[in-house]
């Protein structure tokens, strides 16, 4: 009698090209997705008129491919619905924190659809950039203006120690990871591991330090990534960091918090 597993009968799992057991699950590198009864699986990056959103598309689009993923099930979108429904959602965000903040506010439904996927669903949700700082209690950036508030803490302006170190905090720096977290399995950090790419004058200062996953230096320490549970947030561009971004964004869609 074959056992189950990888002597087990297989199904295709339609329009995303995957083969899964009958347990419905693809298992990949420790880390795993559902196919969802034979459904594409959907990662929703949204529009809400602020962020690289072409880069960052084509990158998850590489992303997925590599990870055996069409890269249809990458899906930029302005729709409420569809990111509430999303199996994966992506919150990219440039420029200042209270004009990415209006504008999701001016997307109708969108920031009960966040709370609705990450929070009720507890869909894997990942922010980049000022979307990470979206994040926040509130971000101080000319003005006090609240943020989503799912991880305590203020956006404050980088202040380096070295007064010769310019801000924006801008280029190529590395990484020192803070604690483990599945986003950065298998990822080289440190002075000889992978650089990533960052472009702030800002920087989230989490009220609890277990919430940094992974800090930058700049003249002291700067939070480059956040998390808690199902949600996690990157400073840095995954879209412009090359092989560290494509690897960090693959364990993102391989993520199963």
């Avoid at 504008?103 to 009960?112: C, H, N, Q, R, Y």
Wanted: some cysteine; hydrophobic content about 40%.
């Amino acid at each position: 009698m074959a056992s189950a597993g990888l002597d087990a009968p297989r199904r295709p799992c339609r329009r995303i090209g995957l083969w899964v057991g009958w347990g419905g699950r693809l298992r990949a590198g420790g880390l795993s997705y559902a196919c969802r009864r034979g459904r594409i699986v959907t990662v929703a990056l949204v529009d809400y008129g602020s962020g690289n959103l072409h880069s960052a598309r084509k990158a998850f689009e590489r992303a997925a491919r590599e990870c055996g993923l069409s890269a249809s099930s990458i899906t930029v979108t302005a729709d409420p619905d569809v990111v509430r429904l999303a199996d994966r959602v992506v919150l990219p965000g440039v420029g200042a924190f209270a004009d990415c903040r209006n504008g999701l506010t001016a997307v109708a439904g969108m920031t009960e659809a966040l709370s609705e996927a990450a929070i009720n669903r507890a869909r894997p949700f990942l922010g980049i950039c000022v979307g990470m700082q979206l994040l926040a209690t509130r971000g101080l950036e000319y003005e006090t203006v609240d943020g989503l508030d799912w991880i305590g803490g203020d956006v404050v302006q980088i202040e380096p120690a070295d007064a010769s170190l310019k801000v924006p905090h801008m280029g190529w720096n590395t990484l020192t990871a803070r604690r483990a977290h599945p986003l950065l399995k298998e990822l080289p950090l440190g002075e000889t591991g992978l650089h990533a790419y960052f472009v702030h004058s800002y920087h989230f200062k989490p009220r609890e330090p277990q919430a940094v996953i992974a800090e930058t230096d700049y003249g002291g320490p700067l939070t480059a990534m956040i998390g808690r549970d199902n949600i996690a947030g990157v400073q840095f561009h995954p879209e412009k960091s090359q092989s560290l971004g494509l690897k960090l964004i693959s364990n993102f869609l391989r993520w199963s918090p």
